[in-house]
């Protein structure tokens, strides 16, 4: 019989703050800090990136919130001490944080800069019962990296990372099956993980408004309302139910990939599928400069209140063609995109293989030869002549919100 699956997730409390505070008493121990008084970490108010990143437990008690405008904030707590971000430092307490982790297990997600899952169940035995191992590792991280995390133990990732998220800072929480009726069901449905905005809009105009009535709900009516896939998933999610492994997470910068922050939030599928557009041919160009094929894209997004979500797909064939990079990357936006605004969209093609080394495929039409034949001269025309010499019509309008091409210093 195998043992239960056993995973913790690692939540450091106000990142990006409680690093810069770190870093600034590390250099001077008689530095204020910036954790016990109203602060945040944020960027120039004048440009897109004017908001809050993080904010102190302080400035909580003033209403101010991670990802509003910097001024908004100010006008809320005028005392508000705001530094800016220095993401060097916080890439290196990231590294430091999963060089402590790694002593636990070798089986480890890092699902973003300061978060991560482990998979514990092959290693708990270890170090002892779980709750005084995840409150061993809360504890040493305070004390040799001088900052704190929220630690949340269960049977899966989902109900590992809604437990993180329970009361904080500095503490840890378990949510077991036992454990789901009382401690989850009661939240409001927008606590669940996967739940935008537009999601819990819909879901309480059919009067359902916590996590508990969502799981009691049938599920082939919530497919209505929400689409298929979305819907089982967040259905699967408000009963306890995800069955994902731990494993390692490719970071964005790996691989081929794009990604731009949007000058204005879009909520509309066709805007979005443009920008997917101009990601795809700075990838597809990379892909076949390097003689190169991929055999799955993901698509990743950033909502306005800054939640990311990914998915990808694995191809029928390995490509390394604009048009079916992009043809699937809006596949996959179209099934787990619920409408939220966003603002970063990227797209990447992994499973990297070498050209050649692909099986030819024999229902490949006589239409997809032509289109990759006209990639490739396109390669060519933009090489000799430069990016800007070929483009397509749809970019030809005054008001798209990105270039024809996202990133042409990376395009080749």
Request: proline letters at 4%; aromatic letters at 8%; hydrophobic letters at 40%.
């Amino acid at each position: 019989m195998e043992p239960q699956r056993l995973i913790f997730h690692i939540d450091v409390n106000s990142a990006f703050l409680s690093w810069e505070s770190v870093d600034r008493l590390e250099k001077d121990p008689e530095a204020l800090d910036l954790r016990t008084i109203p602060s945040a970490v944020g960027g120039d108010a004048a440009s897109r990136h004017g908001i809050v990143l993080a904010k102190s437990t302080p400035a909580k008690k003033y209403g101010i919130t991670t990802g509003e405008p910097i001024v908004t904030a100010l006008q809320k707590c005028p005392e508000l001490t705001v530094v800016p971000a220095h993401f060097q430092i916080y890439t290196e307490k990231s590294r430091q944080l999963m060089e402590v982790l790694s002593n636990y297990t070798p089986d480890i997600e890092k699902f973003s800069i300061d978060e991560a899952f482990l998979d514990m169940t092959s290693t708990i035995h270890l170090f002892g019962p779980p709750l005084a191992v995840a409150n061993q590792i809360r504890e040493r991280v305070l004390k040799e990296l001088g900052f704190t995390v929220n630690v949340g133990l269960a049977p899966n990732k989902l109900l590992a990372k809604m437990a993180s998220d329970f009361k904080k800072p500095n503490l840890c929480h378990t949510l077991f099956a036992d454990e789901i009726a009382e401690k989850m069901w009661p939240l409001p449905i927008g606590e669940l993980f996967f739940v935008g905005h537009s999601a819990k809009n819909k879901l309480e105009s059919i009067g359902i408004h916590t996590i508990g009535e969502l799981a009691a709900c049938n599920v082939n009516y919530l497919k209505h309302l929400l689409g298929e896939k979305y819907a089982i998933l967040i259905h699967d999610y408000a009963c306890g139910i995800d069955n994902s492994p731990v494993g390692e997470r490719e970071p964005l910068y790996k691989g081929y990939g794009n990604s731009t922050t949007l000058s204005r939030d879009i909520d509309d599928y066709d805007t979005a599928c443009q920008v997917l557009l101009s990601l795809c041919e700075t990838v597809g160009a990379r892909l076949r400069h390097d003689h190169v094929l991929c055999d799955c894209v993901c698509v990743e997004i950033k909502d306005w209140d800054f939640h990311t979500q990914s998915h990808q797909t694995t191809l029928n064939n390995p490509t390394d063609s604009t048009a079916m990079i992009y043809d699937n990357a809006c596949k996959l936006l179209k099934d787990f995109w619920d409408r939220t605004p966003l603002r970063l969209i990227g797209v990447r093609a992994t499973k990297i293989i070498e050209e050649g080394y692909d099986q030819l495929s024999l229902f490949e039409s006589e239409q997809v030869r032509k289109m990759k034949e006209m990639e490739k001269a396109v390669d060519h025309i933009r090489n000799k002549f430069g990016t800007d010499s070929v483009m397509r019509a749809s970019f030809l309008k005054g008001d798209t919100i990105v270039d024809h091409v996202t990133g042409k210093g990376k395009h080749l």
